[in-house]
Each structure stands twice: as structure tokens, then as C-alpha cells.
């Protein structure tokens, strides 16, 4: 099987790569700041909206009718871009989907493209497989660009660099700009990666664009974004290569409605994000003369087969639950080996990635505390907590019966089928207090021992509660 | 409401390592007029199981709880998460049974159904409430327990800071993520700490277990009570620490 390269290759699974990130004092302020600030201010920003429960609903009914007549929506949606002058390609996997935009943008006789943000083309490895095939694609997103130039890799899906605060980035640009910022002032930097940018925008041919939604009955594309980047990306050059997964859609305009409200308030505690693009098929004298949709599959009809999972295509990567989530706050986005960190990230990667020998993608359904405040917060109503046990299950499944976890689970379960072997381990836990005292307990052999290396366990009592009921009410 | 019959559903953790939490609710619904049976085959509500990935075994789990607590008018646990797991997924495992709707956490069978918040408790001690996670986002209790200790004589309550978040327990996590789940412990001590009280409570002895064992590692004399002792506590019987 090929692997998707959803997951990053040779990232480890994820408790030991959040001992790294948990030992880094310098991330854990930056995140803390980071995803307190975003956190109140999403919180007061939902808070205006009187209806924002009834907005959710129809986030949640709108994507999963989608969802459930994909094939349909999918086919008016390549008709409309058609009957509009655009070019519509299917692509199965990564592997295809990469090698439709390099044979584009080799056929338009770039060695250059710009790109704006885009999920989709992180997740498949775009980049990577241009520079392949002799092509440099340059982010143009502020934070995009930021780990484009420290060759780092992204650690939240709305800020890509999160995990940097603005002394690296000053260094950072100081390494990788001709003329490198001055001080590390936030204006001065963004003024830094502006005078960059631009040059790049007004020389490139090539543009290669995500989609935030797709609009099946017009064709239209959508994408929303703050810094006008995206924009100049989506007006500027000759051909624009639009790269969108395929639950993207929407059936109709007026679909858009809902969204436009959830996503802003969700992502960046916003009403509005500052802009909203559209683009049709071509216009003549207008914009891009060519336009190119490449439909991406990459694990999502898999996906949809699995009737608890597939909720996870309902998301529109507004990352809201990245900033509520407690254990994304201590271990940063790249700890989940992935494009999608978080909780999304724990439900959509492994997924995507179908792989069932893969013990990274493996690792991270268990990375929750099941604390469900990535529920509350999720502006299309994804059940994260469900899916995340339902993936766990399936874990499970996959390997096997035969190791501790699996015989002690089993063990317990036979322990507790029967409230008498219940009572006789009671009875025997009991008789521990020989061993342990009467005290809390600060070290206990394996697996307790994950336990008591930072918590004491407390004793057991002299008799359980149902021994004292059988003694003085039975 | 004249003489509910109630069963208590003590939870295996509860029943296995607090059985004071346990005493206490059975003190307390009978002071508050219930007549309480504890079924002894009760066990586990399979949370343990289905919350690591093992499916099948907490359905079967799931179906001994309904079999166990039928007959009665309401289930009442001490523990949000078991409550939450019974009411949230039994019915999806085993069909959705009458004892799975008849089935309360502690704060709200004392609200919703029993309708008092004054339950005549005495607990002269600095408290601060910590809202484990399901009891707050599955069950949504709310203000429930607040009301129950702002109406307890001596108590004093203290705010916890960043009350809302997740204390790091979570189950296995606790072990399989054993340092994120620590880091996030030490979160939730230092606000703990800051508040100054000599108590820390909550609907939960799963999330107790864990804040408490890593307040008493680091000697810090704050200690974890679980709410149905501070309010089965009274003047005549106050609460008293066991070894």
C-alpha cells in the first residue's frame, strides 16, 4: 500500500513526541499565550450571535446532506465550472493530485508558483513534489511563509507558526531575506515579508490556491483569509490551480451564509474575516485567464464508509478546537505528526491515512483526555469525543488480543462480569495494605508505576464499600 | 416526593477504594428521606473499557447494568463520568433501557429531582469546586453543585481559577499520555493552590484521585473531598478523614 502522506514520515507516535514538546519551556509560553488569548476572545465573539446554536444545526445538516450525496453535488459542480470556462481533474491520491499541478504548471512554463494557504496542498506534500519536479512554490501566508523559511513544519491550522514567537521570526527573516527586518516590531516584520511577497507576486505565472468552500450550483470558489495575500495570489497571475478536498462543497449560494458566520467567529474571533474571495470558471480581461480545479480524494471516500467517522469531513478547518484543547495547549501541533494537529487532527489523520500498520496515526486517537471541549466549541458540531473512542476501537481491533493492554482489559472485564470475583479482588487488593500501609502509596510496580512517577495512588481501605454493606445492611 | 426508592450505583472505583464517598450518599439520600438499596451485583459501568477501545466488552457491561438496576425509580451515582457513560452511551451499546434514563449524578438527583439545595450540611472549611469535565460538558450539571455548597453552614467557597479545565485525568490517558496528563495536573494544582483552600472538591473521585495525588506528592496539605461527604457532613457527624 502507498503511504498518504497525511502523517510526516519518521514522526514518532505521539506520547513520545510530546515529551519532546513538553520539555520545551519557550513553546509551552508561546502556545499558553497563544491559545488563552484566541480562546477569550472566540468565546465573546460566539456570545453576540443569539442564534449561534441554531447556526451550528445548520452547519452540521448542510455538510452532512453533502456528505451524504456527494457523487451528485460533485458532478454539478464540475458542470458548472465547466459551462464557466475552468478545467476540472480528479485525483485519487496524493501521488495524482501532485502530479496534475506539476504538469500544469510545467505546461504554463513556470519555475515559480505563489500559493496561498491551503490545507489540502500541505496535506499531500505539494511543496515537496514541485521542488521534485524543478518548480519553487512560495508560501505567501504570513505564518505560512514563516515556516517555509525556517524549513520548519506547521503546528496549527490557522497559524502555521504558532509555536514561534517574534524573535525567532525576526531571525528567521534576517537569514532568509535580502532585505531582512530591523527589529522584531510586528510591523516591521510584516512590512519585512510585504516587501518580499511582493516582488513574487507581480513576477509569478502560476498560482495554486486551496478552497475554504466550493459552491456546486455556480462553480464558485471561495476562499477566506486576513492579510489580502491570498488575493493577489487569486487576481494576479495568468493560471490559478485551485487544489480542494472533495467535501469541500456546498450545494448553494446561500449555503455560504451559515459558514461565512461560523467559520470567522470560530477561527479567528472575528464577525467577518477581512477577505472573502470568489472566483467563477475565466472571465476575459479579468483575472486568471486559466483556471484548473483538482478534486482531491486522498482517503476521504474511505472516510465516508465509516458511518461514526466520517463526521470529520464536516470540518472547515477553522481550528477551534486546537485552541480549547488541553493537551494541544501543552504539546504544540507538530507533536501529532501531522498537516491536521489536535483534536481534529487525532479524528481526520488517521482516517486519511487508512493505514493500519501505521503506529504513529495509531497513537493518536488516544492523544485526549475525552475532556470534550473540542465538541463544545466545534462550530459544525464534529462529535470528537465519539469519534475519538470509536477510533480507538478500531485500534483495537487491528492489534489483535495479544498483548498486555489487551489481556489486562480482558482481565478486568472477566473481574467485572461477575460481582463475586469483583468482590474477591476487592478482598485481595485489601489484604495489600501488609504490603503498602495504611498511607498514600508513591510508588507501585508497572504500569502503576506511570502512575506514581508524578501522583501518589491512594491505599486501599481496610473493606470495600459493598463489604460494608453486606456487614451492616446485606 | 414521598419515600423515592433509589438505588446506588457506587461505581467500581468508588466502591473499591472510597467506600466513605459511598457511605456518605446513602447518609445523606436517607436524611433527605430516600429509601436506598445498593444492589450487589452491580459492578462496572464499562467507561474503563469502552473509553480505551474495548467495545465489546463494556456492551456486555452495559447490558449487566441494566439487568441489575431495573426495578428502580432512579439510579443515583456519585461520579458524573459513570452517569454521563450510562445516560451518553449505553443506550447506543445495549438499546436504550429504563434504568439508563432514570440514572443521576449526585448534585443533580439533589436539584432536578429531590428539588433542595439546602441539605443541611456542615463543613467549616476553606473549598474550592473543581467541574470535572463530564459532569459539566456530557451531563451539563451547571450550577448544581454550587448551589449545594453555598447552602452548607461554616463552608467556605472559594473560586477556582480556570475552573473549566480539564484536570488531565482522563482515564488511561492518565497512563498511555502519563507526562501530557501531568503537565496538565500541575495546571490545575497551581490554581488549586492559588484559591487557598485547605479542600478541593468535585462530582468525581476518578479526577479527585488524580489532583489529590499529586497534591499530597508535592506535601501541599490541601486535600481532595468528593462533594457527597462534604454534604452528608453534619454538626452531629461532621466529616472526618479516614485512614
Known sequence: ?????????????????????????????????????????????????????????AGEAIKDDVLANLDTYLLRLEESVTARGGVVHWARDAEEANRIVLDLAREHGADEVVKVKSMATAEIGLNEALEAGGIRAVETDLAELIVQLGRDRPSHILVPAIHRNRAE???????????????????????????????????????????????????????????????????????????MGIEKLVPSWRDLEVFLQLLPRSSTAERMNPYTSVWTGVTPGDGPSRFHLVLLDNGRTATLADEVGRQALRCIRCSACLNVCPVYERTGGQAYGSVYPGPIGAILAPQLADDPSDEQAASLPYASSLCGACYEVCPVRINIPQALTHLRAKVVRNKGGRNPEALAMAAAAWVFADPRRFEAAQRAGSLSRLLTGAGPIGRLPWPGSKWTATRDAPSLPKESFRLWWRRNRG | MSNPRVALFATCLTDTLYPETAKAVVRLLERLGCTVDFPLEQTCCGQLHFNT????????????????????????????????????????????????????????????????????????????????????????????????????????????????????FGGTFALKNAETSTAMLADKMRCVQDTGAQVVTAGDNSCLMHISGGLSRLRTGVRGIHLAEILASTEEQPWVATP
Open chain 2, 53 to 168: 477501545g474495548y467495545a465489546d466488552e463494556a456492551r456486555s457491561l452495559a447490558h449487566r447494568y441494566a439487568e441489575v438496576f431495573e426495578g428502580y425509580d432512579y439510579v443515583v451515582a456519585p461520579s458524573g463520568s459513570c452517569a454521563g457513560m450510562v445516560r451518553e452511551t449505553h443506550p447506543g451499546l445495549c438499546g436504550s433501557s429504563v434504568p439508563v434514563e432514570r440514572t443521576f449524578e449526585l448534585s443533580e438527583f439533589l436539584v432536578d429531582v429531590l428539588g433542595v439545595t439546602d441539605v443541611g450540611a456542615y463543613f467549616p472549611h476553606r473549598v474550592t469546586y473543581h467541574p470535572t469535565c463530564h459532569s459539566l460538558r456530557m451531563l451539563g450539571v451547571g450550577e448544581k453543585p454550587l448551589r449545594l455548597l453555598r447552602q452548607v453552614r461554616g463552608l467556605e467557597l472559594v473560586e477556582l481559577p480556570q475552573a473549566e479545565q480539564c484536570c488531565g
Open chain 1, 169 to 243: 521570526i525576526r531571525e528567521i527573516f534576517r537569514r532568509e531575506m535580502s532585505e531582512a527586518p530591523v527589529s522584531d516590531d510586528p510591523r516591521e516584520l510584516a512590512e519585512a515579508a510585504r516587501r518580499h511577497l511582493r516582488r513574487k507576486f507581480l513576477s509569478a505565472r502560476v498560482a495554486v490556491s486551496g478552497a475554504n468552500f466550493a459552491v456546486a450550483d455556480t462553480g464558485s470558489i471561495v476562499v477566506v483569509e486576513s492579510e489580502g495575500n491570498g488575493r493577489m495570489c487569486l487576481t494576479l497571475p495568468q493560471t490559478l490551480i485551485t487544489v
Open chain 1, 1 to 57: 500500500m502507498g503511504r498518504n502522506p497525511v502523517t510526516w514520515l519518521g514522526s514518532p507516535v505521539f506520547p513520545k513526541a510530546a515529551h519532546t514538546a513538553l520539555a520545551d519551556t519557550q513553546l509551552r509560553a508561546n502556545l499558553r499565550k497563544a491559545t488563552t488569548t484566541i480562546r477569550d476572545k472566540r468565546a465573546s465573539a460566539v456570545a453576540e450571535l443569539a442564534d449561534w446554536e441554531e447556526l451550528r444545526r
